[in-house]
């Protein structure tokens, strides 16, 4: 299975207007959806960071695979969250759909309950889309 | 198949360099990173072992330019050649666009070329991909061993073992050296785009 999807201009703006709502209003940093292949689909942040998107989502599509593959070890299809905790910033992985992950990079402010719920939110909207 | 973005009018292309482990894929990237670190925005990322190998990939993302009003991003991968890390190179091979395949002109390194190939176009197979329609460029790395006494398979060897069936464009090259690493690359870029011409239109 080698499957990317087609978005057209309308698809992306709707995209981009629930991740607006949802997460940058929430005080979340940096969102990047992409695909597995590490395809950068949609990108907006606060204006506050200025990261390498493309490099970050190409080490994500790594990452999720290399994850997958662990799940498999213990019996599990694959793992479809994931979380990685810094001393000032931190990562949520979540897959939103076959194919499709969204990237949250947020820092202290944001609770990390309030985050996964806002983002299980968000891509309950996003499937409507794509 | 490249990501089109008809929004921000971009294109992200993906290309691989694959082969057999210890073949020069790393140094080929390397190469370009230094060459062209005026137009490398970004750094490029590794993910090694100990020994110096690729663990993971190596990705250089740069901007190419335009065509027909988008803006081409290229990105690319190496895949860690070791024959233990299959898992890791399918999940490199995920999306892309064109490849490079760097063999090592090496003779004892024969068998290792062609095994490697041949690994090539059963991981594709999974993608359901077919090698022959992908575009493609054949890369005789090492040539400049001969220099030094070591032995190195002609090129018409080379390309009787790994080319007589796709004859695809190939240069015989020095990843160390840089010799053909960039004519490599452009022509793998040419190559690739050209097939995105029409889906751009």
């Known amino acids: 299975m080698d499957f990317t999807i087609d978005f057209t201009k309308e698809q992306i703006e709707a995209i981009e207007n629930v991740l607006e709502e949802e997460l940058i209003e929430l005080g979340v940093q940096s969102i990047i959806l992409m695909d597995l292949a590490g395809n950068v689909i949609v990108n907006l942040d606060s204006g506050e960071t200025n990261h390498d998107v493309f490099s970050l989502a190409a080490l994500a599509a790594g990452n999720y695979g290399a994850v997958s593959a662990m799940a498999n070890i213990i019996g599990e299809q694959e793992f479809s969250l994931l979380f990685h905790k810094g001393e000032e910033e931190s990562i949520h992985f979540s897959k939103v759909v076959e194919d499709l992950l969204l990237l949250t990079i947020f820092n202290k402010n944001v609770s990390l309950g309030f985050l996964r719920l806002k983002v299980a939110e968000a891509i309950k909207r996003i499937q409507l889309l794509v | ?201």
Not at chain 2, 17 to 27: A, D, E, N, S, V
Not at chain 2, 73 to 98: M, S
Not at chain 2, 148 to 158: A, D, K, N, R, S
Request: net charge positive; hydrophobic share 40%.
């Open chain 2, 1 to 201: 198949m490249a990501l089109i973005n008809p929004k921000k009018r971009e294109v992200q292309v993906k290309i691989v360099y694959y082969g057999p482990g210890r073949g020069g894929k790393t140094t080929n990237l390397e190469y370009i990173n230094r060459k062209f670190k005026k137009r490398i925005l970004s750094e490029m990322v590794t993910v090694k072992t100990y020994g110096d190998r690729t663990l993971f990939f190596d990705f250089l993302p740069f901007d190419m330019g335009e065509i027909k009003g988008h803006s081409i991003k290229i990105q690319l991968y190496t895949v860690p050649g070791q024959v233990k890390y299959n898992a890791t190179r399918r999940l490199v091979l995920r999306g892309v666009d064109g490849i490079v395949f760097v063999a090592d002109s090496m003779d004892l390194r024969r068998e290792m070329n062609i095994r490697s190939l041949q690994n090539l176009k059963e991981n594709l197979e999974s993608f359901n991909k077919n090698m022959l329609n992908l575009p493609l460029v054949m890369q005789y790395n090492k040539r400049d061993l001969s220099e030094e006494g070591i032995p190195i398979l002609p090129v018409e060897t080379l390309q009787k073992d790994l080319n007589s069936h796709l004859k695809a464009p190939y240069f015989p090259a020095s990843a160390v050296s840089g010799e053909n690493v960039t004519a490599t690359m452009k022509k793998i870029i040419a190559l690739t785009v050209s097939s995105l011409r029409k889906k751009l239109e």
